[in-house]
Structure formats: C-alpha cells, structure tokens
C-alpha cells in the first residue's frame, strides 16, 4: 500500500523539520519499544520532565501518541496512526543515522 503523502510531509516536519525532532524521535523509540509515562521516558532519555511534557504536547496534537490513565501516571503508547506509517519513521531514522 502506497504511503500517504499528508502522514510522510507531518512526520518529516515533526521529526525532522523542527526544533526538538531529534528528542521526538527519541522518545518514539522508547515508547516503541515498551510504553512508558513520562517520568520514566525523562529518566531514561536523560531529559527534564518539562520537557518530556513539551514533546508530548507536540505528538498528542499531532496524534502520534496515545495516552492511557490520567495525570502523572499516565502510560504512553504509538498511536495507530503512527503504527500505520512506521515505514515513514523508519526511513527517517535511518536518514538520519547515515547524515552523522
């Protein structure tokens, strides 16, 4: 199935295209892997809490994120949306680890 050009241009901008894409990438790489809330992700990914919280602002909005439970204990998990279109975030980390 060919790869839907609005979900490719959104994830190119929001992990490429913009301040913070590098820890954004980040932290799907930690979700992906075992969903976490956001003290864990800011213990792991070495990051202060606001800032995790920023990140989650920016993927929330942009449904790449899915919140399960409230406030503080909140779980994050990849939202369907970004299952669907992983191949899009797999090339771009790998764009990205041949750059450097």
């Given at each position: 199935m060919?790869?839907?050009p609005?979900?490719?241009?959104?994830?190119?901008?929001?992990?490429?295209?913009?301040?913070?894409g590098?820890?954004?990438?980040?932290?799907?790489s930690h979700?992906?892997?075992?969903?976490?809330?956001?003290?864990?992700?800011?213990?792991?990914?070495?990051?202060?809490?606001?800032?995790?919280?920023?990140?989650?602002?920016?993927?929330?909005?942009?449904?790449?994120?899915?919140?399960?439970?409230?406030?503080?204990?909140?779980?994050?998990f990849?939202?369907?949306?970004?299952?669907?279109?992983?191949?899009?975030?797999?090339?771009i980390?790998s764009?990205?680890e041949?750059?450097?």
């Amino acid at each position: 199935m060919p790869t839907d050009p609005y979900a490719k241009r959104l994830l190119w901008f929001i992990f490429m295209g913009s301040k913070g894409g590098l820890n954004r990438i980040r932290f799907i790489s930690h979700i992906r892997n075992k969903p976490l809330n956001a003290n864990q992700l800011a213990k792991e990914m070495n990051l202060d809490y606001k800032a995790i919280q920023h990140h989650v602002g920016v993927l929330e909005k942009n449904n790449l994120i899915t919140r399960v439970g409230d406030k503080y204990g909140a779980t994050f998990f990849i939202s369907t949306f970004l299952e669907v279109n992983l191949d899009v975030f797999d090339e771009i980390v790998s764009k990205l680890e041949k750059s450097t």
